[in-house]
């Protein structure tokens, strides 16, 4: 298995690969529940690394870019369960509970899970679910099991509340804080707008205030002035970086170095 399989599509999905894979850019629109099986699995945000392996578990803030690492280590493949949050599921589990959307959530980003029988628990009980895909788990049983997700992890962590039930809009960020540390990510300008809390055209407005240029135009100036230092000053070769970056594809890359430079990157230095 190479890809993840959506065992229920759009909200739980199991991944399993035998050999290392590097995602570069994993945009978590929703808060999402990774249960570690074996491997390690890491992140890096533009503000933190995290890393667990097997028997842990992570809880990833929803409206987040991150860099991905999946790994198999030694003797063990990688595996993993990944449980999507998403915010109608978590919106209909408070009426039914009675649970009053929480305050402005300004905790971790990313939270670690200490494991607790009741989890440890659970995290047997649905590995037999993704494992035997080809059962095809009713939408009905699975939605159980994430409804019990939710509930173990407000009696292991209570504090978790505002982080689960925060339903208000993204607030407007520091645009040009936002953009100068996650410039590298290979994501649509439209993603960035969602991200600092801003409509399209809004964030378009905001941006050319700041920057005097079109969203795009910056993006590959930025990239490019970046990859120009890494192999400058930094000694690094053309193919470890481009994807590091930003860019899809090594020609490409190449291309535009040169066109704004006057030589190839494999030239520079």
Not at 143 to 147: A, G, I, S, T
Not at 154 to 163: I, K, N, V
Not at 223 to 226: A, I, S
């Given at each position: ?5 959506e065992i229920i599509?759009g ?5 399993y690969?035998?050999?290392r894979?590097?995602?570069k850019v994993g945009?978590?629109?929703?808060s ?5 099986v074996?491997g ?6 533009a ?14 803030r929803?409206n987040?870019?991150g ?6 280590l ?11 949050l ?9 009426l039914?509970?009675?649970i009053e ?16 029988d ?11 679910y993704v494992?035997?895909s080809?059962a095809?788990?009713?939408r009905?049983?699975g ?5 019990e997700?939710?509930?173990?992890l ?10 689960l039930f925060?339903f ?7 645009l ?7 410039f590298?990510f290979n994501?649509?300008?439209e993603?960035f707008?969602q ?7 809004g ?6 205030k ?12 930025k990239?490019?002035?970046?990859a120009r230092?890494l192999?400058?000053?930094k000694?690094r ?13 090594l ?14 990157p494999?030239?520079w230095?």
């Open positions: 298995m190479t890809n993840p399989t599509p909200i739980v999905f199991y991944s690969f035998s050999a894979r590097k995602e945009f978590f629109e929703h999402t529940l990774v249960l570690q074996s390690q699995f890491s992140m890096e945000t503000s933190e690394k995290i890393s667990m392996k097997g028997g842990q578990m992570l809880l990833i929803k987040q870019l860099e991905i690492t999946k790994t198999p030694e003797h063990e493949h990688y595996e993993t369960v990944i449980i999507c998403k915010e109608d599921l978590l919106r209909q589990y408070a039914e509970e009675q959307p929480g305050q402005k959530y300004t905790g971790p980003a990313n939270v670690l899970i200490p494991e607790t009741f989890l440890k628990g659970f995290f047997q009980s649905i590995i037999p494992r035997h080809e095809q788990i009713t009905d049983l939605m159980l099991k994430v409804r997700a939710v509930q173990l407000l009696h292991a962590m209570p504090e978790l509340r505002d982080f925060d208000s809009e993204p607030y407007k960020m520091d040009e804080k936002f953009m100068l540390n996650n590298h994501v649509p300008v993603k707008a991200l600092t809390g801003r409509s399209l055209a964030f378009k407005r905001d941006f050319q700041i920057f005097g240029m079109s969203p795009r135009h910056w993006l590959q100036e990239r490019l002035t970046e230092h192999i400058e000053n000694n070769k053309p193919s470890a970086i481009y994807l590091d970056l930003g860019f899809e594809s020609s490409h890359f190449s291309h535009s170095f040169k066109k704004k430079f006057g030589k190839a494999t030239a230095g």
